[in-house]
């Protein structure tokens, strides 16, 4: 797969897509944001890739959509066109799991891509913000509604409103990233938790992540519901068959559906 604005490359059964639009740090142009989306279903039909990692540079996961290209935009530009977003879903809709890499920059829609991941694995230099209130917009591809889901309203008001970055260290406190990890061992650590990922049964991640997505959608009773329907389900599978055969024999499973 041969890219102009991302780099995206099969690491063993991990896809691994790159951002990588170095001088502008990354900004989100419509072009960059459709060859994401082609990639991600790309590798989400590929039956080698079991989990796939977005990443960006050191300096910046992306520090936002691309202003320049945005600047002169009427109503009409922005509803008709619906540049950036429109491919925007297929991080959200991906049925294999997808996991931030996220070192320095990811601001504004930077952020808000990251937060469609799965979860986010952080750079100790990774620095989060939804500053879109100094540019006289609001955030359009999710921060006012997944920041709060994932850190609660008072910081996400917070951040919106005020504009202020946060830390990693605060950003794991607050629940947005999963684990912190140091800045040179991000790619390393990230590949780790994505390629053991895709060593599992397939279907089974697959159930886990609609599973949990589940949960910010629905009832609490209705997603357990869900949830136990699907769990009956799981024993249909010849990858619970091997799970739990190997653990009473005392060796590794080779599940069948990765
Ligand atoms: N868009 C375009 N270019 C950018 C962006 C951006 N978001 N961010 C940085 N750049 C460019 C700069 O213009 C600069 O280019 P050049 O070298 O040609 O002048 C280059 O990247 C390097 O940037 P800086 O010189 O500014 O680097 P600094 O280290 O001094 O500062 C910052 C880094 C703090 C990240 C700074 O660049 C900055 O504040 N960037 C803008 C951050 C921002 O406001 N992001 C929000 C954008 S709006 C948005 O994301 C809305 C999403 C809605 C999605 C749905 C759309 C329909």
Redesign the pocket.
Known sequence: MTYEYIIAEAKGRVGLITLNRP???N??CDPLVDELGDALTEFEADENIGCIVITGSD??FA????????KDFSYMD?YKG????RN?EKVKTCRKPVIAAVAG?A????C?LAMSCDFIIAADSAQFG???V??G?L???G?TQRLPRAVGKAKAMDLCLSARMMDATEAERAGLVSRIVPADKLLEEALGAAEKIASYSLPVVMMIKENVNRAFESSLNEGLLFERRQFHAAFALEDQKEGMAAFVEKRKPAFKHR
């Not at 601001?107 to 930077?110: K, R, V, Y």
């Open positions: 001088k502008a740090l900004a989100l300096k910046a520090a936002g959509a691309d202003i320049s290209m945005m922005a619906d540049y950036i977003t925007w920059y601001l504004g829609g930077g808000e939804q500053p879109e100094k540019l917009i955030p359009g591809a921060g």
